[in-house]
């Protein structure tokens, strides 16, 4: 009679327990792989959005003071008051006492962040404000794109020898008749009040969490105020960032150098001073990213500002803070839509 064997319960617990480890350590590296892999994702669709944003920032401080006058006719209207945002998109107006390209609210915002307004005609990218020429008695000359109908685009006609604004901003069937050449730029349609196009750049963010975010990062906004009415309509061009910061290089002695103690986080009040002595922007974005992730600690202290500029803001990241990996962008653009045309502007 043959004698059957098996396994003892022993050596079956044995083996399961070994499975199990094995298992286990398996199972371990798995969820590393793919813990790593689900950050690499998050960073790769951040940095496919990073481009975007700074060539936006960058055309729209490269575009400011373009196609608008440099004298108009007493104030005019702007943004409207709204309580919703800290601080108020007011404090960035000008209301035409002067028509600045640009103003900025320093260490204002979220997080003491800074608020840019940029202004231009084509600051709203839309059919009309792409849309310019030169009207003279002889007719319009079109430069810009064209559009199906003419009298659709509302106009500023601007005389091109000091820059000051003919009239309120009008289609160029109700100008009249006009004895020399003037510059005209597209700002929009029939609901245009202003005579120019403003966008805002300001952290914010709305009463729901971030589920990737750290607490105390914001969205950076990129929006235009409506001609209608007045308000922002804003859309979010960057996610989690932690501080926005705007710094100007003037060339205030004339020496055709931006010094070191030139950089400033403020411009000049006068018109005149801005379009003379402003040469460069630079824009320093702070953000997380990718994920949280416990397994990393940054050690690091961030600092805001170069070697030319010098430190604007420094961050240490402390707490829950420490388990993100933050960046800053740095952004470089030069105006070149801003002419020098009389001393006497404001």
């Known amino acids: 009679m043959s004698e059957k064997k098996g396994f003892t319960l022993i050596e079956l617990l044995v083996t399961l327990a070994i499975l199990t480890v094995a298992l286990a350590i398996t199972y ?79 260490n204002t915002g979220a997080n003491q962040s800074d608020i840019l307004a940029v202004r231009a005609s084509i600051a709203d990218l839309n059919k009309f404000t792409r849309h310019w020429g030169y009207i003279s008695p002889d007719g319009y000359e079109e430069k810009g794109d064209s559009v199906s109908n003419i009298d659709d685009v509302v106009f500023n006609v601007i005389d091109p020898v000091d820059m000051s604004l003919l009239r309120v901003p009008c289609r160029l069937k109700d100008l009249g008749s006009i004895k020399r050449t003037y510059l005209v730029y597209g700002l929009g349609d029939s609901s245009v009040v202003m005579p120019f196009n403003r966008v805002d750049y300001y952290l914010y963010r709305n009463s729901s969490a971030f589920s990737k975010c750290s607490p105390n990062t914001y969205n950076l906004y990129r929006a235009v105020i409506k001609q209608s009415d007045g308000k922002r309509n804003g859309e979010p061009i960057l996610s989690c960032v932690r501080d926005f910061q705007v710094v100007f290089g003037l ?30 922007v630079r824009v320093y974005i702070l953000f997380q990213e990718g994920k949280k992730d416990m397994n990393f600690t940054f050690k690091n202290k961030i600092t805001l500002g170069d070697s030319d500029v010098g430190t604007i803001k420094e961050f240490t990241p402390t707490g829950d803070e420490t388990h993100y990996r933050w960046r800053v962008i740095r952004i470089t653009a030069v105006p070149i839509n801003l002419t020098i045309r009389k001393r006497n502007l404001k």
Do not use: H
């Not at 998050?42 to 003071?65: C, F, H, Q, V």
């Not at 403020?266 to 001073?273: A, E, F, G, M, S």
């Open 28 to 106: 371990k590296g798995y969820l590393t792989v793919l813990k790593v892999q689900k950050q690499q994702i998050d960073i790769s669709a951040k940095n496919l959005s990073i481009p975007m944003a700074i060539e936006t920032i960058r055309r729209d401080i490269e575009m400011a003071g373009f196609g608008i006058p440099r004298i108009t006719a007493g104030s005019c209207s702007e943004a409207v008051a709204d309580t919703k945002y800290t601080p108020d998109p007011t404090v960035l107006n000008t209301n035409c006492s002067p028509l600045m390209p640009f103003s900025v609210s320093d």
């Open 251 to 280: 060339d205030e002695n004339g020496n055709g150098k931006i010094e070191k103690t030139e950089w400033k986080t403020k411009l000049p009040n006068k018109l005149y001073d801005l379009d003379k002595q402003l040469k460069q």
